[in-house]
Nanobody, 127 residues
């Protein structure tokens, strides 16, 4: 069983930045593709960003965050990050980190292909 814990959420003004962190409790962190999803009030959970097992060039982003958000990982620290810049009020949501047991080499954007989820961290962007 892999436990995933997010941190770094908070309240920020529009145009500001936040950095989310996600730590996974596993000795084989580098085996897990990782992803970030978000869920706004009254909306379904949606894909935000994902990164392959090794990082490298295999990263994916939702169109709504491209150019503003950056996902990265540090396998030595069992941690994946989501750097969020130029935040907008519509970015307000609970942000979830997830780990997938699939062993492919690409990033994964479908939530049903993730097996371990964190409890989420709230991000609120004021206008």
């Amino acid at each position: 069983q892999v436990q995933v814990v997010e941190s770094g959420g908070g309240l920020v003004q529009a145009g500001g930045s936040l950095r989310l962190s996600c730590v996974a409790s596993t000795r084989t962190f580098s085996s897990f593709p990782m992803g970030w999803f978000r869920e706004a009030p009254g909306k379904e959970r949606e894909f935000v960003a994902a990164i392959s097992r090794t990082g490298g060039g295999s990263r994916g982003y939702a169109d709504s965050v491209k150019g503003r958000f950056t996902i990265s990982r540090d396998n030595a620290k069992n941690t994946v990050y989501l750097e969020m810049n130029s935040l907008k009020p519509e970015d307000t949501a609970i942000y979830y980190c997830a780990a997938s047991s699939f062993r492919g080499w690409n990033y994964i954007s479908k939530p049903n292909e993730y097996h371990y989820w964190g409890q989420g961290t709230q991000v609120t962007v004021s206008s």
